[in-house]
T-cell receptor, first 114, second 113 residues
C-alpha cells in the first residue's frame, strides 16, 4: 500500500510570511495529488489538486508543485493570513478503474500568528 | 447545489449496542467513501462504493463494520456491538469518478460509553 509522510507536523508562521508543507509518497503509480484543509471541528475541504501530467498549479495564494521522480509534492501558501490556520492533509492517489483511492497523510497543523 | 449530508450529527451509544450512520452524497456523484477520524488524527479509509461495482471493503477494521449503498445514492454504515475504541468522527465523501476530488460531509461524531 501507499506510505505517505508529511513534513513538518506543525508549522508556525507570522502573518504575511509564506508556508510550505511537503508530502512524500511511496507508490510510483500515484497520479493524483490533492491537498485538503481542515479547520477545527469542521470537515476536510479540497483546496487544490494536481495531476501527474503537470508540475505546478496555482490558485491565488496557494500552489502545489509535484516532483514525480522524487515522489513528493508540496503545498505553498503565500501572504499567509490568520484564516489559513488549520490542519492540512495531503492525499496522493492512484486512479485505477476510474476511482481515486486517497491515502491521507497524518496532517500538518499550520498556525498563522497575527 | 446541496453538498454531502450526514446524519445524525452526533450519536452517543452504550457499549455493545448497534449504530447506523447515514450519508447522502452529492447528486450525480457515483463514488462514495467512508472514513474514520479519531481525535487529532488523520483520516482512516474504511470502504468505498463506485457505481454498481462491488465495494472495496479493505479498510474496515473488523467484521463488526459493514456498509450498504442503496440505489447508487444513499449509504448506511453499520457498526455492530460497538466498543469504546469505535468512538470517532465518521466522515463520508463523494466524488465524480472522472475528477478525483472528494467532497466531504460534516461527519457523525460517535461516542461509545
Amino acid at each position: 500500500g501507499e506510505n505517505v509522510e508529511q513534513h513538518p507536523s506543525t508549522l508556525s508562521v507570522q502573518e504575511g510570511d509564506s508556508a510550505v508543507i511537503k508530502c512524500t509518497y511511496s507508490d510510483s503509480a500515484s497520479n493524483y495529488f490533492p491537498w485538503y484543509k481542515q479547520e477545527l471541528g469542521k470537515r476536510p475541504q479540497l483546496i487544490i489538486d494536481i495531476r501527474s501530467n503537470v508540475g505546478e498549479k496555482k490558485d491565488q495564494r496557494i500552489a502545489v508543485t509535484l516532483n514525480k521522480t522524487a515522489k513528493h509534492f508540496s503545498l505553498h501558501i503565500t501572504e499567509t493570513q490568520p484564516e489559513d490556520s488549520a490542519v492540512y492533509f495531503c492525499a496522493p492517489a492512484y486512479s485505477g478503474a476510474g476511482s481515486y483511492q486517497l491515502t491521507f497523510g497524518k496532517g500538518t497543523k499550520l498556525s498563522v500568528i497575527p | 447545489g446541496a453538498g454531502v449530508s450526514q446524519s445524525p450529527s452526533n450519536k452517543v451509544t452504550e457499549k455493545g449496542k448497534d449504530v447506523e450512520l447515514r450519508c447522502d452524497p452529492i447528486s450525480g456523484h457515483t463514488a462514495l467513501y467512508w472514513y474514520r477520524q479519531s481525535l487529532g488524527q488523520g483520516l482512516e479509509f474504511l470502504i468505498y462504493f463506485q457505481g454498481n461495482s462491488a465495494p472495496d471493503k479493505s479498510g474496515l477494521p473488523s467484521d463488526r463494520f459493514s456498509a450498504e449503498r442503496t440505489g447508487g445514492s444513499v449509504s448506511t454504515l453499520t457498526i455492530q456491538r460497538t466498543q469504546q475504541e469505535d468512538s470517532a468522527v465518521y466522515l463520508c465523501a463523494s466524488s465524480l469518478v472522472s475528477s478525483g476530488g472528494q467532497y466531504f460531509g460534516p461527519g457523525t461524531r460517535l461516542t461509545v460509553t
